[in-house]
């Protein structure tokens, strides 16, 4: 529970970074095809949105803000993750966790089996 929580929440990020400023309809439509979204939900809910950015904060110092203008989320702190260091990391976890992810699952098709008699 908590690595799919961790994921989801550098889903997140990685999404807004890579878009700059994006809308909640434009991060729904792109959930809705995540390979994360296991229940195939057709968008994040608002409530857990708001969570999904206060633990972005909490946990990654990464401040996730809506222009109201725009109506647009952004990273506030962008410029933490430009300095490179946050950035890579965030990227570098997220594919050793699919890794060790996709690890587990193979090594459970692998070694589950019933004994010949």
Known sequence: ???TMFNKYIWLVNTIYEAGRISKEDIDRRWASCYLNDNRETHIQTRAFHR???SILM???LDIQCDRTTGKSYIANEGDLKAGT???WLCNTFAVSNLIQESHCSY???FTFSPIA
Do not use: V
């Open 1 to 3: 529970m908590a690595s």
């Open 52 to 54: 999904y950015k206060e």
């Open 59 to 61: 946990q990654f110092g």
């Open 86 to 88: 946050l950035h890579t």
């Open 108 to 110: 459970s098709r692998l």
